[in-house]
């Protein structure tokens, strides 16, 4: 796309009777859009399938979270359990019922992830059309490669959850509602008249509707898109006729969205009631350090740790500015054009808004926020798409380089605990009689999901208890106790000194294993007892 002109093109193709509408020539979608060449989907395809690739590699090298946990617990209930401990919980059915069309192949990490590794890359191949239709080939190339190498979009196109399938279906709402801002005259237009845009308004609703019928993250998307539609319906204030009827077609969508996601939403608030933001306590707080984390991991190119709130090292520290710098320029060539602005209110209106909402209530995640690193994505690619050609070129050859070389420790350092190896060696040494004290709550669940198969259920051979007293009680009637320090999720975790002082009772301990970097096993023998 050429810088922003004063040149100003007048539309007049509208049907008989209808007025002829003066717009920007930068936001003439249709006139910049046009069709795909063989080039531009070859380029595609192949982004796309790099993106697929490096969310396969080692897919199912790290065991299950929490979180992937209880979404393996879930998608072995029956349907009705299914859904009501959907609800219980804050989450729509939509995704779990998916996965449990998986159950006949298999339950074993990779197949249960492959879903959001395919729905990643398919939002790799959106995010190429929305900034190829603003601004090019070469803005699609950046984005793409952007969106394909960022390292927290690898690591939940690995994770049993419904990140990846909200970004996709944000994406396509996007790549809708971009289309529409592009061309306000055929947005106007009745759904039966020649020339209305029915495909930009599908795409947004089928977006928008499937986005918040799979996770509340979505719920900001809804504000985001209802700005634009404000900036769009602005734009169309000298044409009343076509701002009235874009005004019918706008409350329409917002109706149809309504009626498809409200029936959810209520189902959420009665399962809940007054304790919706109750189990939100473990967030930590906000912070200047958490928001530049939450920063650096959603779009600045940085691997995020699961269960602390932190950054594994980067061997490639000048990436992150690069990226903030083609955001920032992106975002400058942007900001006077509509589709632009549409841009910008979909990358800045959810993370404003949960700072927001963090000023009261701790909720700023990076998985909260990372779709909206889609349109950042796009407009890192406008940025880039300033530069001339050769200089484009060299740019996307040092970010591919770059970025694979930042990419690589996501595939061989530990970023989830090793709750499966933990399992393994409880499940071959614990004796019935024996005693498993977990200091973290889901610590049952963890040691039941990934309990080894063709073994023995630790919960069959021992008693598993949280509680201090028991495990203290059971130990002097002669139960060996095996005490289990780490974390299933994100949250504080004692060091291995405090939780031995917690234990002092028992003694000290004849065994330390530590499984991993983030959990450790301490044995304690009966009284008179030397294993």
């Not at 790099?50 to 590699?57: E, P, V």
């Not at 399938?165 to 020649?194: E, F, K, Y």
């Not at 986005?211 to 719920?219: I, K, S, T």
């Not at 009637?477 to 939780?499: I, K, L, P, Y």
């Amino acid at each position: 796309m050429s810088d922003q002109q004063a040149l100003s093109l007048t539309r007049c193709d509208a049907p008989s009777g209808a007025p002829c509408v003066q717009l920007p020539a930068a936001d003439i979608g249709a006139s910049t859009a046009g069709r795909w060449g063989a080039r531009e989907i070859a380029w595609c395809g192949a982004i796309v399938t790099i993106g697929l690739l490096l969310r396969l590699i080692r897919i199912g090298h790290q065991p299950f979270w929490l979180d992937e946990a209880l979404t393996f617990q879930r998608i072995h209930l029956n349907l009705p359990d299914l859904v009501n401990d959907s609800f219980a919980n804050r989450h729509m059915p939509s995704y779990f019922l998916l996965l449990q069309m998986l159950l006949p192949f298999g339950t074993d990490a990779a197949l249960l992830r492959l879903p959001s590794a395919l729905l990643g890359a398919a939002s790799i191949g959106v995010i190429f059309a929305i900034a190829r239709r603003v601004g090019g080939l070469g803005a699609a190339a950046v984005a793409g490669l952007l969106m394909a190498f960022s390292p927290l979009q690898v690591q939940y196109g690995q994770e049993a959850r419904s990140y990846t399938l909200v970004t996709l279906l944000i994406a396509v709402a996007l790549w809708g509602l971009v289309r529409l801002a592009q061309d306000p005259q055929r947005a106007s237009l009745g759904m039966r008249r020649p020339g209305f845009d029915g495909i930009g308004w599908a795409s947004y609703l089928f977006g928008t509707v499937g986005a918040l019928d799979v996770l509340g993250d979505a719920a900001p998307w809804l504000l985001a898109s209802n700005l634009a539609f404000a900036l769009i319906w602005h734009r169309l204030r000298h044409t009343p006729t076509l701002r009235g009827s874009f005004q019918r077609n706008w409350l329409l969508s917002q109706a149809v969205v309504a009626a498809c996601c409200l029936p959810l939403y209520g189902a959420i608030v009665m399962a809940n009631g007054s304790h919706m933001l109750e189990n939100f306590n473990w967030i930590p707080q906000l912070s200047w350090r958490n928001i530049w984390i939450a920063t650096k991991s959603v779009y600045l190119m940085r691997m995020a740790t699961v269960v602390q709130y932190g950054l594994m090292p980067t061997a490639v520290p000048l990436l992150g500015p690069l990226v903030a710098l083609l955001g920032m320029v992106g975002m400058y060539r942007m900001h006077r054009s509509l589709d632009g602005r549409v841009l910008l209110l979909a990358f800045l209106t959810l993370p404003l808004l949960l700072l927001t909402v963090s000023l009261f209530k701790s909720m700023l995640l990076p998985r909260y926020i990372l779709w909206s690193a889609a349109p950042f994505f796009v407009l890192a690619g406008l940025g880039a798409a300033a530069l001339p050609r050769r200089g484009l070129i060299a740019l996307s050859t040092a970010l591919v380089l770059l970025a694979a070389v930042n990419l690589a420790p996501v595939y061989r350092l530990e970023t989830k605990p090793r709750w499966d190896v933990t399992a393994a060696t409880l499940a071959a040494h614990v004796r019935p009689g024996d005693t498993v004290l977990t200091a973290d709550p889901n610590a049952p669940t963890m040691l039941s999901v990934l309990q080894p198969k063709g073994q023995a259920s630790i919960a069959d051979t021992a008693l598993v208890t949280q509680n201090l007293d028991v495990a203290v009680a059971r130990w002097k009637q002669g139960s060996r106790v095996w005490a289990v320090n780490g974390r299933s999720a994100m949250g504080v975790r004692e060091d291995v000194d405090t939780f031995k002082n917690a234990l002092a009772e028992l003694g000290p301990p004849v065994a330390q294993i530590q499984q991993g970097k983030e959990i450790t096993i301490l044995v304690f023998p009966a009284p008179g007892m030397d294993d």
